[in-house]
T-cell receptor
Framework: GNSVTQMEGPVTLSEEAFLTINCTYT??????LFWYVQYPGEGLQLLLK?????DKGSNKGFEATYRKETTSFHLEKGSVQVSDSAVYFC???????????FGQGTRLTINP | EAGVTQFPSHSVIEKGQTVTLRCDPI?????LYWYRRVMGKEIKFLLH????????ESGMPNNRFLAERTGGTYSTLKVQPAELEDSGVYFC?????????????FGPGTRLTVL
């Protein structure tokens, strides 16, 4: 079945550091890939998405590229801010199903 | 436009009791989903409604869980009787249409603690 594996946290960085959160997936066919973010005290929000191979999703300075050859969708940001502290979830939707399949989440803390 | 709302935000109950969670989707969204995150692990799908019909309930863990969506508007998820392993955060999401391009909008979640 479909599955998502993302790097374990927690991740702690200093402000303005470069961020990478790794995400790899297993799926049949051509899934759509997503990154969701949960800020403290809030619900999940869609951060970015990509629906086909080589697509790059981007939002709020974050980027992720759909790499079919490596089955990966790593999240990157060049210079993180304290306000980026949150839990990040990689997810996929595929196989004709509407349900999202999530990774375990990565807690990110940015220190000033 | 109001987002997805969930009630209550927190619930603490004892093992063996019954709890009912409610989700109000975004107005006009036919698709409604329930997910849960247990013990800080991955968020797992529970079920999917299209209007009032259950489209996919493959993620429901056992028959102690009952989901309804009468009239195709709000949905309830009842746990009866609750067990310790049911503790976690229950998320509801809704989407306007199905397909690759249609985003699921999530509510803030209900944190359930079973003592």
């Amino acid at each position: 079945g479909n599955s998502v594996t993302q790097m374990e946290g927690p991740v702690t960085l200093s402000e303005e550091a470069f961020l990478t959160i790794n995400c790899t997936y297993t799926a049949t066919g051509y899934p759509s890939l997503f990154w969701y973010v949960q800020y403290p005290g809030e619900g999940l929000q869609l951060l970015l998405k990509a629906t086909k191979a080589d697509d790059k999703g981007s939002n709020k300075g974050f980027e992720a590229t759909y790499r079919k050859e490596t089955t990966s969708f790593h999240l990157e940001k060049g210079s993180v801010q304290v306000s980026d502290s949150a839990v990040y979830f990689c997810a996929l939707r595929g196989g004709g199903a509407q349900k999202l399949v999530f990774g375990q989440g990565t807690r990110l803390t940015i220190n000033p | 436009e109001a987002g997805v709302t969930q009630f209550p935000s927190h619930s603490v109950i004892e093992k063996g009791q019954t709890v009912t969670l409610r989700c109000d989707p975004i107005s006009g969204h036919d698709n409604l989903y329930w997910y849960r995150r247990v013990m800080g692990k991955e968020i797992k799908f529970l079920l999917h409604f299209v209007k009032e019909s259950k489209q996919d309930e493959s993620g429901m863990p056992n028959n102690r869980f009952l989901a309804e969506r009468t009239g195709g508007t709000y949905s309830t998820l009842k746990v009866q009787p609750a067990e310790l392993e049911d503790s976690g955060v229950y998320f509801c999401a809704s989407s306007q249409e199905r397909g690759r391009e249609h985003e699921q909008f999530f509510g803030p979640g209900t944190r359930l603690t079973v003592l």
